[in-house]
């Protein structure tokens, strides 16, 4: 059973900083695909950043250049750098683990999921 506990969401003002962590606990735990999405009320959730098990990262259009997602196997955490935010940035913010992931950041591809942590940016 894999558990994921997201962390480090909050308030800020746009151009600011925040890092996230999801930490994962659980017996199943394989370090495979690790992502971020994030979603807001009406909205698809939106893949915005996998890393897979050999540290290959692949970004959406819309974080690229601004959010770094990372791992740390020995920790069982991922992380999201995430710099420059936006007001479009606001969302909650979800990581979520893949056992066997073909579309990156198709969130159908993912098996387990945290309960998010919310991000807002303000202007």
């Known amino acids: 059973h894999v558990q994921l506990v997201e962390s480090g969401g909050g308030s800020v003002q746009s151009g600011g900083a925040l890092r996230l962590s999801c930490e994962i606990s659980?017996?199943?735990?394989?370090?495979?695909?690790m992502a971020w999405f994030r979603q807001t009320p009406g909205k698809e959730r939106e893949g915005i950043a996998v890393i897979d098990r050999d540290g290959a990262t692949k970004y959406a259009d819309s974080v690229k250049g601004r959010f770094t997602i990372s791992k740390d196997n020995a920790k069982r955490t991922l992380y999201l750098e995430m710099r420059s935010l936006k007001p479009e940035d606001t969302a909650m913010y979800y990581c979520?683990?893949?056992?066997?992931?073909?579309?990156?950041?198709?969130?159908?591809?993912?098996?387990?999921w945290g309960q998010g942590t919310q991000v807002t940016v303000s202007p």
């Open positions: 979520a683990q893949g056992l066997s992931v073909v579309d990156e950041l198709l969130p159908v591809e993912y098996n387990y």
């Open positions: 659980g017996f199943d735990y394989n370090p495979s695909w």
